[in-house]
């Protein structure tokens, strides 16, 4: 039983259509991650959370937006997709366990995936 | 420069055999590594940890070397549920410590 849970773990959606993918964790991690992997691609790093603030976001179109409430969830809201957005969206969460100025993570543990098909 | 590298393979073994991957990083301040293994269509699921002086768990022994940037994983005695994709992890410096991933490995087992 994973400690990161994602849901749906299947969604089809159209262009013009709006949805959520949630994911949950309950490991007492402080920071969060949403990854995309596309087919015969590396995972791609979308954005951070530590300690609930954006860290780091790797130039994501605007058609990808995520949020997160509180240090045990993660949502990345979705409107006019593409195509080629098509993809299995990853979740993880790990440890920032913060040292001075520069932290440290433990590893990271992921969800199982949201795997997203745009028609 | 790809901040971290890796032969994707695939390597295609029979059972019993010896294989090593190896893993290249550009950041040298980097502080955590990890080897992940991926079945497919599933998650990335973490198999160990790297630690500097090197470290075994059974069948699988992981290398670290700083000065060369360079991360290994030796797996003794393939079995056929070894296949799958093996993922170098790095904890890359950023502000704070992002986990950055090669883009893997495949492992094909063979009877």
């Known amino acids: 039983e994973t400690g990161v849970t994602q849901t749906p773990r299947h969604l089809v959606m159209g262009m013009t259509n709006k949805k959520s993918l949630k994911c949950e964790q309950h490991?007492?991690?402080?920071?969060m991650y949403w990854y995309k992997q596309s087919a015969k691609k590396p995972l791609e790093l979308m954005f951070v959370y530590s300690l609930e603030e954006r860290v780091e976001n790797n130039s994501v179109p605007s058609r990808f937006s995520p949020e997160c409430p509180n240090s045990s969830h993660l949502f990345l809201h979705l409107h006019t997709l593409q195509p080629e957005d098509s993809a299995l969206y990853l979740c993880?969460?790990?440890?920032?366990?913060?040292?001075?100025?520069?932290?440290?993570?433990?590893?990271?543990?992921f969800g199982q995936g949201t795997r997203l098909t745009v028609v | 420069r790809k901040e971290v590298e890796q032969d994707p393979g695939p390597f295609n073994v029979p059972e019993g055999a010896t294989v090593a991957f190896n893993c290249t990083y550009s950041n040298s301040a980097s502080q955590s590594f990890f080897w992940y293994r991926q079945d497919c269509r599933k998650e990335p699921k973490l198999l160990m940890s790297?630690?500097?002086s090197g470290n075994e768990d059974g069948r699988f022994t992981a290398q670290l070397n700083r000065a060369s940037q360079y991360i290994s994983l030796l797996i003794r005695d393939s079995k056929l549920s070894d296949s799958a994709t093996y993922l170098c992890?790095?904890?890359?410096?950023?502000?704070?410590?992002?986990?950055?991933f090669g883009r893997g490995t495949s492992l094909i087992v063979h009877p």
């Open positions: 992890v790095v904890n890359m410096s950023g502000g704070s410590y992002i986990p950055t």
């Open positions: 993880a969460s790990s440890q920032d366990l913060g040292s001075r100025d520069r932290y440290l993570n433990t590893e990271a543990f």
């Open positions: 790297v630690y500097s």
């Open positions: 490991l007492g991690h402080n920071a």
